[in-house]
């Protein structure tokens, strides 16, 4: 009876640590799961959410509601640079030219992330302070091209000879479990901003 | 009682993950709909340009269409097209075009305007035989001829660049092939009008000042006034211009106009011929400028206009002889913008030109040989930017309509 009750005991504490274990396990591979899904989304939002900003703001270039304002479209990006854009646009159809600045900042900026790739990406409207909000943006990359479709190579000295333009974007988690970091990728392929070239 | 703590731990742990996988899915869900609302936009976006496009392509074939398109069903969506005019006078006109997808909609809205050919650089029907554009050569605004663009190491072209026919090589496309850094489209049909300065004459009628019934018109613009007699040593009569015309147009009928002079404000002066070839000439006799130079005055909205049926020639004369300046657009309907005796004048520096060349077959300014200006002139023609969007009164029209604002 002894010998049977300390066996029961034995068997009971060996299946009852596996359990335990396997309970363990499933904890923490469900809040692995959890926290990388969820961050996955997040990213996912986040890049739709600035993939739908830039093409907006982007379509823009060149475009003034009272078009005797602007008389030359050609002129409307200031400044190009692969990872910096100046441009003008009557953003809020108001019949005044205003300038939109996009540009990537350091990493430094976002030591406080777990991620030691994510950046923010700054948009200025005009002389307001610059605005953004971390998305986890790692790449901010623009690639140039003339009227006949050859990529103009940087520095760009003459940026009235863009007409369409490459975007390629990055994201990625900004905290992950394990430090296994979810990213994705979006690239608009040709953007053409219609006014560059309409006259 | 050991049956029932089975039971009981196969059911806590199916809730555990039904509870799990259904936050998962959840996620997963809600990551697939993110992206299918991105692509719902997307293609509501594509469906309104689409629209749009169709229907200025309309208005292209068609200058007078406005009906529209009623929910028209494509790629699984619809577009709601209407056109609207929002100057009549002006004749400019809105289309606007609603792409619908699955609940989500986007406009686009494009103006179009009449266009001018003041809006040209450099326009031809005739090239004039066989004159190369070189390497020497830039051309700042929109380019277009009814000819071959016949190339030579190079030429450069900045804005849009169309012809009716081909591109030829003077050796080969890789010794010759233009830098077209506006674009190129070649089979684009641009016909010259026929009747266009004619047709001024009943606009000065109505509300601009016309001079007819002599042989030469002696026209001097002296900022907002106009000088003219009709012999070399007659005495000037001085009109007001905003009040004798109003509307911008001056018109000298069936003669030759000698021009010169300081313009302020907007105008545009014709001059035709009935019969003779020799009629329906601009010579310019001296300077023709704006009283506001728009390089050294952005502001400045001086305009000018020098619509000839026939040529606009530079006199042969002293003045010329060291530089001409030549502020408006040249617009020659039956013949082209050319020097004097061209060929036998001294040499008399540069021809330098603020606005477009219009004309019907291209005509020589001066020769050159390999030392350089053998005789007449060398070009420096500059494109007056304004003319993108302005043009001087009445300045003859393609008959068609451009795109000059495209919101989406």
């Known amino acids: ?199 | 009682m050991s049956g029932k703590a089975t039971l009981l731990l196969i059911v806590g742990f199916s809730i555990i993950f039904l509870i799990v996988s259904r936050n998962f899915g959840d996620v997963s869900n809600r990551a697939v709909d993110n992206f299918i609302n991105y692509h719902k936009e997307t293609v509501a976006h594509d469906l309104a340009v689409s629209g749009a496009n169709i229907a200025a392509n309309q208005i292209f074939m068609d200058p007078t269409w406005d009906d529209g398109f009623d929910d028209v069903p494509f790629q699984n969506g619809t577009m709601d097209i209407s056109v609207q005019i929002l100057d009549a006078f002006k004749n400019i006109r809105q289309i606007t075009s609603h792409g619908t997808y699955q609940g989500y909609t986007h406009t686009a809205k494009v103006v179009l305007a009449p266009s001018k050919f003041s809006k040209f650089a450099y326009y031809s029907v005739s090239e004039g035989g066989t004159i190369w554009w070189t390497g020497s050569d830039t051309v700042w605004g929109p380019f277009h001829t009814q000819d071959y663009l016949r190339a030579h190491k190079h030429p450069v072209f900045f804005g849009k660049a169309t012809t009716k026919r081909s591109t030829i090589y003077y050796t080969n496309e890789k010794t010759d092939k233009p830098y077209f850094y506006g674009g190129y489209e070649q089979g684009v049909n641009l016909p010259l009008p026929t009747t266009a300065v004619d047709d001024m004459e009943a606009i000065a009628d109505d509300a601009g000042f016309k001079l007819s019934g002599h042989d030469t018109v002696y026209i001097t613009f002296d900022r907002d006034s106009l000088r003219y007699r009709f012999s070399y040593n007659a005495k000037n009569t001085v009109v007001y211009l905003p009040a004798a015309a109003p509307n911008g147009l001056i018109f000298a009928k069936d003669c030759v106009v000698r021009l010169n002079g300081v313009v302020k404000g907007q105008y545009t002066l014709g001059c035709s011929s009935i019969m003779s070839a020799g009629k329906g000439t601009i010579y310019l006799d001296n300077d023709i400028v704006f009283d506001k130079d728009p390089r050294i005055y952005p502001t400045s909205n001086d305009l000018l206009g020098i619509c000839a049926e026939n040529n606009v020639l530079i006199t042969n004369n002293l003045a010329n002889q060291s530089d001409i300046n030549i502020h408006g657009s040249v617009y020659c309907e039956k013949g082209g913008f050319g020097a004097e005796k061209y060929d036998t004048r001294p040499i008399s520096g540069n021809i330098n030109l603020l606005g477009g060349i219009i004309q019907n077959t291209r005509k020589a300014v001066g020769t050159f040989g390999t030392s350089g200006i053998k005789t007449g002139f060398a070009k420096r023609y500059k494109y007056d930017d304004r003319l993108m969007v302005a043009s001087p009164p009445f300045f003859p029209g393609t008959g068609g309509f451009e795109i000059v604002s495209w919101y989406e």
């Open chain 1, 1 to 199: 009876m002894g010998f049977s009750t300390l066996l029961d005991i034995i068997g009971s504490m060996i299946i009852g640590g596996i359990l335990l274990s396997i309970t363990m396990r499933l904890n923490d591979a469900a809040t692995e799961k959890t926290y990388n899904n969820s961050g996955e989304l997040s990213l996912q939002q986040n890049l739709a959410v600035v993939a739908q900003i830039l093409e907006n703001d982007f379509r823009k270039i060149g475009y003034c509601s009272d078009w005797n304002k602007f008389p030359d479209p050609s002129k409307a990006i200031v400044f190009a640079d692969t990872s910096r854009i100046i441009y003008l646009t009557d953003i809020d159809s108001d019949s005044n030219m205003d300038s939109i600045h996009y540009y990537l900042g350091p990493t430094s900026e976002l030591s406080s992330t777990p991620n030691p790739r994510d950046r923010l990406l700054y948009r200025v409207l005009n002389n307001e302070a610059p605005l953004s909000s971390n998305l986890g943006v790692t790449q901010f990359k623009l690639v140039y091209f003339d009227a006949i479709g050859d990529t103009i190579p940087p520095p760009i000295t003459a940026a009235g000879i863009i007409t369409s333009i490459e975007i390629n974007l990055s994201v990625e988690s900004v905290a992950a479990y394990d430090e296994k970091y979810s990213s994705a990728f979006w690239r608009q392929i040709r953007l053409v901003a219609r006014n560059l070239r309409n006259r």
